[in-house]
């Protein structure tokens, strides 16, 4: 699936931020899915405001891809939002990233080191009841000849929406 570049709105960052935002709801059984504003892949609040202001009886779930580096899943809860983010060490570098781990209330390691390969942070079991258990997501995030937005096209694929996603990223 290839990445395609969004911009994201001026007051949020000066220049384009490649990767895609997309809301996946499911109901009756039957997944839809549908793009979210370009700033959600800048500003959590914008991702998760977006979420909740999908309306549905089943599952949502959002994916964000965010400059082919990292993605973030999120899902909204009743007692609030449930967030993965692929590399917590993109918080160095990304704001989102950085706004994820606050809400997850960690902090990143002092030794830059350790940074250097994929550190997976937050609910990994956030899509078990989908059909993707912690254990493989983990397996999946730490597979370092993947990027992004081929790990959220094989998460897609074994939850059941790998064509919705295709079709919404691809338009």
Do not use: H
């Not at 597979?143 to 096209?153: C, G, S, T």
């Amino acid at each position: 699936m290839p990445t395609q570049s969004v911009e994201a709105a001026p007051d949020t960052r000066e220049a384009a931020l490649p990767g895609f935002a997309v809301a996946a709801i499911r109901e009756e059984g039957k997944w839809r899915c549908v793009a979210l504003d370009p700033v959600t892949l800048v500003d959590l609040d914008a991702a998760i405001t977006a979420l909740r202001s999908q309306r549905s009886t089943g599952a949502i779930l959002g994916l964000l891809d965010v400059d082919d580096e990292f993605f973030v899943l999120l899902r909204p809860s009743p007692g609030g939002v449930r967030l993965m983010i692929s590399d917590a060490g993109a918080a160095l570098d990304y704001d989102v990233a950085a706004d994820v781990l606050d809400l997850l209330r960690v902090e990143l390691p002092p030794d830059e080191d350790v940074l250097d390969e994929p550190w997976p942070e937050g609910d990994l079991g956030i899509l078990s009841d989908l059909g993707l258990p912690s254990d493989e997501l983990e397996v999946l995030v730490g597979d370092l000849e993947l990027w992004p937005d081929e790990q959220l096209d094989t998460i897609a694929g074994r939850c059941g929406f790998a064509g919705q996603l295709d079709e919404v990223v691809n338009s």
